[in-house]
């Protein structure tokens, strides 16, 4: 019954801007960390931007969480919404603690292994980016937004190799050497991994939309 008033209900629509505009933060967050790590142009200004960005995100988090509180009929679950966009939200926090690691530590250049996994980054986001407007129409839309779920996973489980990889790699490198190096480079693979896991994330809190509202 409470599903068939919703139906019946004129929705708040402006959710799908909000996610939409995160989503396009989000995705330019990920695209300055993949040129920092593969040294494009400036580190200190993409560092800058990514702080930025984060900031921005948050904003618009601040501004879906009041939305929710202040609207009568939301398009989906209110829980759900948060959810959502706090996972949205938690994909930039974990690039931003990554840039915090880069300049605590003060690395200048990247290992193969990590400019990969910004590469996986950027596709992570890419999809996730692909999957918000898609929201909109579920009905129409949950066979592709089931099938970016998957690619989402499928990105996750190479990031997964890509970061153990790395770490082998680089106690080969520098593991009886220099073990300060080691241990920085896997803290920055550890919390590049992370990124990769809240776009997981992401793609999860999707899953359960569709399933819930299909």
Do not use: W
């Not at 967050?29 to 990514?50: F, K, N, S």
């Not at 915090?100 to 530590?105: A, C, D």
């Not at 998957?150 to 593991?175: A, I, P, T």
């Amino acid at each position: 019954m409470l599903g068939l008033f919703r139906k019946l209900m004129p929705r708040e629509d402006r959710f799908f801007d909000l996610f939409e505009r995160h989503s396009k933060v989000v995705m330019a967050a990920a695209e300055e960390l993949r040129a920092l790590l593969a040294g494009e142009g400036d580190l200190e200004a993409h560092c800058d931007r990514i702080v930025a960005l984060e900031n921005e995100a948050d904003d618009i988090t601040r501004e879906v969480l009041l939305a929710v509180r202040k609207s009568f009929i939301t398009p989906f679950d209110r829980g759900d919404i948060k959810d959502l966009i706090q996972s949205m939200d938690d994909a930039v926090d974990m690039m931003q603690k990554t840039v915090k690691t880069i300049r605590l530590f003060e690395q200048k250049s990247f290992e193969p292994g990590m400019k990969e996994m910004g590469v996986t980054i950027v596709e992570a986001a890419r999809l996730c980016a692909e999957a918000i407007p898609l929201l909109d129409r579920l009905g129409p839309n949950h066979t592709r937004l089931t099938a970016i779920a998957e690619e989402v996973m499928r990105v996750e489980g190479r990031s997964d190799d890509l970061h153990d990889q790395g770490l082998k790699d680089l106690f080969r490198k520098h593991g009886h050497s220099n073990p300060m190096a080691y241990m920085i480079g896997s803290e920055i693979y550890s919390e590049l991994e992370k990124v990769v896991d809240r776009f997981e994330d992401v793609a999860n809190e999707i899953s359960g939309i569709v399933i819930e509202n299909v």
